[in-house]
């Protein structure tokens, strides 16, 4: 069949790596793609947000699947519009449609969901400017560090946690005041969970699942967890305190409970779900929700599936999911992300890059590239190229991810160089 992928990061190359490879992909497409992409597919110009050019698209191409990669037009509803769409609603599309993609579209939708189907989080409240007095109050009650969400989506850079209770105060009134527009209109002040993070990820028909690989991505610009945000600097997989136990108490007490809650509702749910955990001695809590795969996450998870991925994304699409199993790659993979210098803040596009020489089991992933008019390859984007490895331990998927980023070069590349330490640690503990 041909098949349209929507998106343009390393997320996307990773997902478009796998549905190149399947004897169900006739043709692919992805929109917008970037210079990785093109090589497994044919980049398209689509505004993803205009739902009807990428119908008019769909219709022209005969494309007979589309999967959606960023959470964006599936909380705008893209699924609902090929669903109520009497041309386009015969196409398979991989992502929730609009009800279902608010457990990340509000992130006091999701907290209510998790409540109303007694799935364990932090305790929270919900604020808006007319109720900041009343928020600056239930500060008081908690104790540091003080956790403040946007509810709406704001690039990833919609949660601040702050030491000080002053300066968390303050916070709160600039959120209220607009500092990310109106996904900050309300904001929810959420209690501290003390433990490490990991990300669960489960593909859904809405009534079966299936569970795949667990990941822990690095946010912090710099090393140690420090500085700013990121999309993301590294990945692993899997990871290594997420033992049979651990998981068994995650698919009993979460990922069970959502997919029944979903049913439960009625909400025709069809696509990822990305469980944000923390590991809380020994037990799970969610931090969120999102309704499609994380990035980097999925560089290092989606290199680990051997089972056909568009066979999967069939049977999700058609509610079959139960047909299927799951066949995962037993190694480790670790990823590494080069960003432009600069990066989360202002930083310059346009630079050459020089990719080095391909490896055995390790691959390179565009996520901010394109090709410049002499076809050189340039940066395009904060994030801009990642290299996941995979072998049997994690000191040596580290080693030959590294090695293989030491050979990408262009002006005012950085890189993290201690992905993964945390995880050895544990392990040597």
């Known amino acids: 069949m041909n098949i349209l992928l929507l998106g343009s990061g390393g997320r996307e190359h990773a997902i478009a790596c796998k549905i190149a490879q399947s004897a169900h992909c006739k043709k692919l497409y992805i929109a917008p793609g970037n210079a990785g992409t093109a090589a497994v597919g044919e980049n398209v110009m689509l505004n993803t947000s205009d739902f009807e050019e990428v119908g008019r698209f769909v219709l022209d191409h005969h494309v007979e699947m589309l999967v959606v990669g960023p959470e964006a037009p599936l909380v705008d509803g893209i699924a609902d519009y090929f669903a109520e769409t009497p041309a386009l609603h015969q196409v398979m599309v991989v992502g929730p449609r609009k009800e279902g993609a608010r457990l990340e579209g509000s992130k006091d939708y999701a907290k209510a969901f998790m409540m109303r189907h007694k799935i364990p989080t932090a305790r929270y409240q919900t604020f808006t400017a007319d109720t900041l007095k009343e928020g600056e109050a239930f500060l008081d009650t908690l104790k540091a560090p003080y956790v403040l969400k946007a509810d709406g989506l704001a690039a990833g850079k919609g949660v601040l946690i702050e030491n000080d209770l002053a300066t968390a105060k303050a916070h709160l009134g600039e959120m209220l005041g607009g500092k990310f527009g109106s996904a900050s209109a309300s904001v929810l002040i959420e209690e501290y969970l003390s433990g490490i993070e990991l990300s669960v990820f489960v593909l859904t028909d809405g009534r079966h699942y299936l569970m795949l690989p667990s990941a822990k991505d690095y946010k912090r610009i710099g090393e140690g967890d420090t500085g700013l945000n990121t999309g993301g600097m590294g990945s692993i997989s899997p990871v290594p305190f997420a033992d049979k136990e651990f998981m068994k108490k995650v698919e009993d007490r979460i990922v069970k409970p959502t997919v029944r809650g979903l049913a439960e509702e009625k909400i025709d749910y069809r696509g990822f779900i990305f469980v944000g955990l923390m590991n809380c001695a020994g037990d799970p809590y969610v931090i969120e929700y999102n309704v499609r795969m994380g990035d980097p996450e999925t560089e290092s998870v989606f290199p680990r599936l051997k089972s056909d991925v568009v066979e999967l994304f069939i049977n999700t699409a058609r509610g079959t999911l139960d047909r299927c199993t799951l066949s995962v790659d037993q190694r480790t993979a670790a990823c590494v992300m080069m960003v432009a210098g600069g990066y989360p803040e202002s930083y310059e596009?346009?630079?050459?890059?020089?990719?080095?020489?391909?490896?055995?089991?390790?691959?390179?992933?565009?996520?901010?590239?394109?090709?410049?008019?002499?076809?050189?390859?340039?940066?395009?984007?904060?994030?801009?190229?990642?290299?996941?490895?995979?072998?049997?331990?994690?000191?040596?998927?580290?080693?030959?991810?590294?090695?293989?980023?030491?050979?990408?070069?262009?002006?005012?590349?950085?890189?993290?160089?201690?992905?993964?330490?945390?995880?050895?640690?544990?392990?040597?503990?």
């Not at 290299?387 to 090695?403: C, F, G, I, V």
């Open 349 to 429: 596009k346009g630079k050459v890059i020089t990719l080095g020489t391909d490896v055995d089991d390790v691959q390179v992933f565009h996520c901010g590239t394109k090709r410049g008019k002499e076809d050189e390859l340039l940066t395009n984007g904060g994030r801009v190229i990642c290299t996941t490895a995979l072998a049997a331990t994690l000191p040596e998927a580290l080693m030959k991810s590294y090695n293989r980023a030491a050979e990408i070069e262009w002006e005012g590349k950085y890189n993290r160089r201690d992905i993964g330490q945390d995880l050895l640690k544990i392990m040597v503990n």
